[in-house]
C-alpha cells in the first residue's frame, strides 16, 4: 500500500532535500503480568516481574501529518540474550535497539531498494553503529545530539560554534515562537571502534511568546547551510516528536488499541493488520473526500464531523455491517477514477 502511495507520488510533497524522512522510534506493544512466551523481555517492578514485547518501527512521514508505517521489526528476549550480564538496563536497552535497527534496515531495504530516505532517530542512534548501519543501507540520518553522551564532541561543536557567528539564522514562526539556528558543518567524530565520520551539527533555541526556552541539537549527513537549516531541523529533527503524537499515540488511543493483546499467540500479525488499518484510516481522515465534504458543512477537517477518530472508525465499522455497498463500490474501473489527495499545504 506505501509502495502504490509513493509511486502514485501523493507523498511527494513531503520530501526533504528529495529524501523521505523515516522516523525510527521504539514502543512497547504487549505487557504480560506472567510469562507468555520464551521470548519476552523481563523487567522487574519491585517484587513483580513484566513480562514485555516492544517493536521498532520505521514510519515514513507523509504531507498533512501523516505517518505511514514501512518496517516493522519486534525487540524481544533474543536481542537482550547476548548482552553482558553486568550491562545496565538502560545499556541493553540501547543493544537491543542498535540491533533491532541493523534488521529494520535490512527489511525496509529488501521491500525499497531504491527509496531515498533520511533516517529520524533520538539521541540513541547517534553512535559508531548507527552512522554504520545508515551507510551500510545508502540511508542519510537526522539523529538528535546529546551532550551528555559524546562531552568531547560537544565541547569541539561549542568552540567551532563560537569560531563561526556568521553561521547564524533567526526567525519568527507564524506561532510567535523565536528560533535562533546555528550550525557547524564537517564535525569530526571517532567512534570507540576507530571508524572516522563526519557530519553537519545544527543548535536552535527557541523562545516562546511566554518566555519558555528550550534548546535542540542534531548531528546529520543532510546538507547544512543558511537555506536549509530550518527545514532540516524541522522537518527532518522535531518531525519526529510528532510519531509520538500521531503515530503511537494514535495507535494506542484511537480505538485501534495498540496495546490491547487480541491474540497471545497471533500477536505478530495483529500488529501488521493494525497498521493497514491506521494506514487507511489515515487516507480516510486526511485526504480529500471527507474534507470536502466537512467544508461544505462549514468544519474545517473530516474529524471535526464526526467528533473523533473513535467515531470516525466506528461509523466506518457500522457502514460495513449495516449497509449494503453497492456492487459499483467494488468495480475497479469505477473506483479507478476516484483520487484522494493529502493537503500539502
Ligand atoms: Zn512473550
Redesign the pocket.
Known amino acids: 500500500m506505501v509502495q502504490r502511495l509513493i509511486r502514485m507520488r501523493a507523498l511527494d510533497a513531503a520530501r526533504l532535500q528529495g529524501r523521505f524522512v523515516v522516523l525510527i522510534d521504539g514502543s512497547g506493544y ?1 505487557v ?1 503480568g506472567s ?6 523481555l523481563t523487567q522487574q517492578h519491585g517484587v513483580a516481574t513484566l ?1 514485555m ?1 516492544q517493536v521498532l518501527e520505521a514510519k515514513l512521514l507523509g504531507p498533512a501529518g501523516t505517518v505511514f508505517s514501512i518496517a516493522t521489526e519486534f525487540i ?1 528476549n533474543r536481542d537482550a540474550r547476548s548482552a553482558p550480564t553486568e550491562a545496565s538496563q538502560e545499556r541493553v536497552k540501547q543493544d537491543c535497539e542498535l540491533k533491532a535497527l541493523r534488521r529494520l534496515l535490512a527489511g525496509l531495504r529488501a521491500e525499497f531498494p531504491q527509496l531515498r530516505i533520511c533516517l529520524s532517530g533520538d539521541g540513541l542512534y547517534a553512535c559508531g553503529e548507527g552512522f554504520q548501519v545508515a551507510k551500510d543501507h545508502r540511508a542519510d540520518y537526522i539523529y538528535v545530539f546529546q551532550p551528555g553522551r559524546f562531552p568531547a564532541l560537544w565541547k569541539d561543536f561549542q568552540g567551532l560554534l563560537r569560531l563561526c557567528p556568521d553561521q547564524r539564522l533567526e526567525w519568527t514562526t507564524p506561532q510567535g515562537v523565536r528560533q535562533v539556528y546555528r550550525w557547524v558543518n564537517d564535525l569530526r567524530y571517532t567512534d570507540s571502534d576507530g571508524r572516522e565520520w563526519t557530519f553537519n551539527a545544527i543548535h536552535c533555541t527557541e523562545t516562546k511568546e511566554n518566555g519558555e526556552e528550550s534548546e535542540w541539537s542534531w548531528v546529520t549527513s543532510l546538507e547544512v547551510s543558511r537555506a536549509t537549516v530550518a527545514d532540516v531541523a524541522t522537518r527532518g529533527g522535531r518531525e519526529r516528536w510528532r510519531e509520538e503524537n500521531e503515530g503511537f499515540n494514535t495507535q494506542k488511543n484511537s480505538g485501534l488499541n495498540l496495546e490491547h493483546a487480541y491474540s497471545h499467540t497471533c500477536w505478530a500479525a495483529y500488529y501488521f493488520l493494525l497498521q493497514i488499518a491506521h494506514l487507511l484510516l489515515q487516507l480516510v481522515e486526511k485526504g480529500s473526500l471527507l474534507r470536502h465534504l466537512a467544508q461544505e458543512q462549514g468544519k474545517r477537517m473530516a474529524v471535526e464531523l464526526y467528533g473523533s477518530l473513535k467515531n470516525m472508525a466506528q461509523r466506518l465499522l457500522d457502514s460495513l455491517r449495516y449497509q449494503h455497498w453497492a456492487d459499483e463500490a467494488f468495480d475497479r474501473t469505477a473506483t479507478g477514477t476516484i483520487q484522494i489527495r493529502l493537503d500539502s499545504s
Do not use: E, K, P
Not at 510469562?35 to 519476552?40: K, L
Open positions: 504487549l504480560f510469562r507468555h512466551c520464551d521470548d519476552c513480562y514485547h524481544d
